[in-house]
């Protein structure tokens, strides 16, 4: 991302604040894993989207209109005792220099300098309610502004949550963001088609894991957008599955739900396969009705197609193909109605999609006054159907149980229709065996 890209997203959100208001986002804070040992850092999606600015400690304002300068950033001093230990710092300097702001203090004087830009500010946005610690802190700069009213100066009379502000921005992916997210989705694809020539029974689950962390690392995804959920035999139908601790058995399937993270941006990718190559009949049968359902969902990823589209036409295919397979009562005409009692959901219990972006499920509304929103260019989600059966359903056939399968895939929204971010990790039955195979 090049330094004008944050420039025009700061531009953007001033625009949207509007004069006489003023916008804080903290940057956010180091975690303790355990006694002296922090966990590695990631920078908040919404300070990094603004600022591209990786440390902690950290504070950018924008204030609209400012002659001075609009963007005003906050963040640790140099020091050369502690760099020794952590790292290069930027420093004030550096803020200016390096990360585009107008203007840059040491964090340590925000209590100072910050309710002079308050000053004769009508709105402040911030993450409103998001961390208490922020929130007294606020009302703090806030109060300190109200003790000059007798001199002619007024405090901020309205606290507006920007969050929406910023996510209906980071909603619509640019150019340069899509690129990105190409990259993470190539990088993730390579590692699930590393994993499936890796697999074989006797294996650990956690080994899989391994081979997966190790080739995003390998090709820059050295972080994953989430815990791997690698998933065999019944624990494919855990949704959220992440111990990762059980041996692989001869004639189980697989689930490996896992992404990297590149450059702050999220991929989200999940391929179902057998453990030992190849497909058993009832196994396929069940694989192939998600594959339906998927390409059913995606046919709707285009735009001007509400959000909750591609999530009809899967469980439209997946209940069909539910009572043709004997899992679920009834004929065909009764589909209808089995959709209307949601009589799937012991089987498809989650949503087809969520938004994808810096966070694996990325901002941005859902609904838009009450109904469902469009699809527009620039959106990038994820298409998802599933099917999991536990061992537990006697109702079902046998030799459907302990199965479950889940075939996802990140798309992109495009001018005529969507482009399949992940598409270079197998998918149908007879690629999957093929790659395997070899």
């Known amino acids: 991302m090049s330094a004008a890209d944050y420039r025009r997203r700061r531009r953007r959100l001033l625009e949207a604040i509007g004069p006489g208001g003023l916008a804080l986002i903290p940057a956010a804070k180091e975690s303790v894993r355990n006694r002296d040992v922090h966990y590695p850092y990631r920078q908040d999606s919404d300070f990094f989207y603004l600022t591209g600015f990786p440390e902690p400690e950290a504070l950018i304002v924008l204030v609209p209109g400012r002659k001075q300068g609009e963007v005003v950033l906050f963040c640790r001093p140099r020091d050369p005792d502690r760099e020794l230990w952590d790292g290069t710092r930027a420093g004030a300097e550096g803020a200016t220099s390096e990360y585009g702001a107008d203007e840059a203090h040491p964090i340590d004087q925000v209590d100072e300098v910050l309710p002079t830009l308050l000053e004769n500010r009508e709105r402040l946005y911030y993450p409103l309610a998001a961390d208490p610690e922020l929130d007294l802190r606020v009302m703090d700069w806030v109060h300190t502004v109200r003790g000059k009213a007798r001199s002619g100066v007024r405090a901020p009379s309205e606290l507006v949550n920007i969050d929406r502000l910023v996510h209906e921005q980071r909603l619509l992916k640019e150019s340069a963001e899509l690129r990105i997210m190409r990259k993470a989705a190539r990088i993730s694809a390579a590692a699930h088609r590393r994993v499936m020539r890796a697999c074989r029974p006797g294996l650990w689950e956690y080994e899989l894991e391994a081979e997966f962390v190790h080739a995003c690392a390998s090709r820059g995804g050295r972080f994953q957008a989430y815990p791997p959920i690698v998933g065999s035999g019944a624990n494919a139908c855990v949704l959220h599955y992440v111990d990762n601790r059980h041996q692989l058995r001869d004639g189980d399937l697989v689930l490996i739900d896992a992404g990297c993270e590149y450059a702050g941006y999220a991929s989200d990718i999940t391929r179902t396969f057998p453990v030992n190559g190849r497909f058993s009949p009832p196994q396929r049968a069940l694989y192939e009705l998600v594959l339906a359902a998927q390409r059913a969902a995606l046919a709707k990823a285009v735009p001007g197609n509400r959000w909750d589209a591609p999530h009809k036409a899967a469980v439209r295919v997946l209940t069909t ?100 971010l992940s598409a270079d990790a197998p998918k149908t039955v007879e690629e999957i065996e093929a790659w395997m195979a070899g």
Do not use: Q
């Open 321 to 420: 193909g539910l009572v043709e397979l004997g899992i679920l009562p009834g004929t065909r005409k009764d589909v209808p109605s089995l959709i209307k009692g949601e009589k799937y959901k012991p089987f498809y219990m989650h949503r087809t999609g969520h938004w994808l972006g810096m966070d694996v499920h990325d901002v941005g509304d859902y609904k838009r006054d009450g109904k469902w929103r469009r699809l527009e260019p620039g959106m990038v989600l994820t298409v998802e159907p599933g099917l999991y059966i536990p061992g537990d359903r006697d109702e079902v056939p046998e030799c459907y149980r302990n199965i479950g399968i889940r075939i996802e895939d990140d798309v992109a929204i495009t001018e005529d229709g969507h482009e399949i």
